[in-house]
């Protein structure tokens, strides 16, 4: 159990254009998703906390009207980066909890690629 | 700002070593502690909690002195398949994952 999956695994776009990443709970109900982010050589960098039903929680630094976070069921949350530029690029990871495996452990998708071009 | 050190390594180990690794927290209110193990390109995988003194599981051993605010990882009897960038991270206080930057193993044959 605790398996999470995201869509897609990379991605490409130019400059200027929106890209919308996926994060599903396939054998549990996530009330609550992350989404981080992580540079090359760097550690993971939170960048919101994603509630099922209402509005994410974001962390310092990171703006809220570029990275867009919809958590609308317990099994769905999605990240829109809009008007991605080259610094956008990067791993973009999310990740849940599952309650029935602990309180604070957090289970990761495999990631999403974004390069922006 | 809460932060993990690690000691960014690489290690590199043979066959059969065993290594032990070592994080600092600066959270002193933190009630959870995680290893997480990620390899190149990969997602992170939880390879052990810990929540009191210790853990272990198998080859692998976790200890937690909150005194001193850090964690080690102990791996014994190294395998091939170990290699990877072992990542320490602090549960903190409100269960929002803080993450050390990560120690890279290389198990030789």
């Known amino acids: 159990g605790a398996v999470v999956s995201q869509h897609p695994s990379w991605v490409i776009c130019k400059s200027g254009t929106s890209v919308k990443i996926e994060c599903r709970s396939l054998?549990?109900?996530?009330?609550?998703m992350f989404w981080y982010r992580q540079f090359p050589k760097q550690s993971l960098m939170l960048m919101a906390t994603s509630n099922e039903g209402s509005k994410a929680t974001y962390e310092q630094g990171v703006e809220k009207d570029k990275f867009l976070i919809n958590h609308a069921s317990l099994t769905l949350s999605t990240l829109t980066v809009t008007s991605a530029h080259p610094e956008d690029s990067s791993f973009y990871i999310c990740s849940a909890r599952a309650p029935q495996r602990g309180p604070y452990e957090q289970y990761f998708g495999p990631g999403t690629r974004l390069t922006v071009t | 700002r809460k932060e993990v050190e690690q000691d960014p390594g690489p290690f590199n180990v043979p066959e059969g070593a065993t290594v032990a690794f070592n994080c600092t927290y600066s959270n002193s209110a933190s009630q959870s502690f995680f290893w997480y193990r990620q390899d190149c390109r990969k997602e992170p995988k939880l390879l052990m909690s810990?929540?009191?003194s210790g853990n272990e599981d198998g080859r692998f051993t976790a200890q937690l002195n909150r005194a001193s605010q850090y964690i080690s990882l102990l791996i014994r009897d190294s395998k091939l398949s170990d290699s990877a960038t072992y990542l320490c991270?602090?549960?903190?206080?409100?269960?929002?994952?803080?993450f050390g930057k990560g120690t890279k193993l290389s198990v030789k044959p």
């Open positions: 054998d549990f109900q996530a009330t609550t």
């Open positions: 991270v602090d549960g903190g206080s409100q269960g929002n994952l803080i």
């Open positions: 810990v929540y009191s």
